[in-house]
């Protein structure tokens, strides 16, 4: 996303993507709801809802298919070898997010800093991520970064 919305297009900057990634963190539902934003950014409410409707449209007819397929076969043994080899891919894809946003956003040793606490408190504590998001918010507009 980053590199078309970004690089290839240039419908947004890197910072309004960062931006709308945080703001997606603090909404419930899916955190991908940033997809809204970016299109309004782009052009406009017909851009929000383009790009919402564009984003949403094919994965929900291809998980509702998806669910189908998968009551109708769930017993038989690829089945649970495929599921199991979703795992690891999706820890990737997750990964490679958070590689795109830290390049972004990480500037400097202050925002390590700040990152890297972040990063602690989501793993070692219970506390609410919103929390941390909002909290990472205040601290690093505080430090001007």
Known sequence: MER???GERG????TTL????ALGQL???PNMLAVTHYGYVAAGPW????????????TALL????ALLWR?????????????ALLPFGGGVILAGALVLGQTSVRGALAAILALVCLL?????????????????????????
């Open 18 to 21: 960062a931006n709308g990634f």
């Open 27 to 29: 909404m419930p539902g």
């Open 72 to 84: 109708r076969h769930s017993a038989r043994p690829v089945v649970g070898a495929f599921r199991s």
């Open 63 to 66: 998980s509702a298919a998806a």
């Open 121 to 145: 408190l989501l793993w070692k504590t219970k506390v609410n991520s919103a929390l941390v998001v909002l909290g990472a918010a205040a601290v690093g507009a505080l430090l001007g970064l």
């Open 11 to 14: 419908w947004i900057t890197a």
């Open 4 to 6: 078309v919305l970004v």
């Open 47 to 58: 851009g929000a809802l383009l790009a919402t409707l564009a984003f949403y449209g094919p």
